[in-house]
């Protein structure tokens, strides 16, 4: 499985970005995905991510994201959106998509993630 993640820039304090991840080389159901981000000099930080199960649509956004991050996937697409609003200064980071084959729910934990995607850097002005 291959991803891509695309959408970042440089987007003022209170704005908004979509970020877009495109799954290829394999079905979108064998595996969950999920958004993680990494600041200069920080850990990986779990984002969110979408349930793999064609009618379960179960997604987890990180507690301290909720109400400003949405997750969103588009199965013909084969697309995860991750989308952004009210972004702040303290949102800039390197965006990551990533695969995780495991069973159970989706994980917000980058450990436990199969496969990762290049990703996309967010930077939010102050």
């Known amino acids: 499985v291959q991803l891509q993640a695309s959408g970042g820039g440089l987007v003022q304090h209170g704005g908004s970005l979509r970020l877009s991840c495109v799954v290829s080389g394999s079905a979108l159901t064998n595996y969950d995905i999920g958004w993680f981000r990494q600041a200069p000099g920080k850990d990986i930080e779990g984002v969110a991510c979408?349930?793999?199960?064609?009618?379960?649509?179960?997604?987890r956004v990180a507690d301290s994201l909720q109400g400003r991050f949405t997750i969103s996937r588009d199965r013909v697409k084969k697309t995860v959106y991750l989308q952004m609003d009210n972004l702040g200064p303290e949102d800039t980071a390197m965006y990551s998509c990533a695969a995780d084959r495991r069973a159970g729910p989706c994980t917000l934990r980058g450990a436990d993630v199969d496969y990762w995607g290049k990703g996309t850097q967010v930077t939010v002005s102050s």
């Open positions: 979408i349930s793999r199960r064609e009618r379960d649509d179960s997604a």
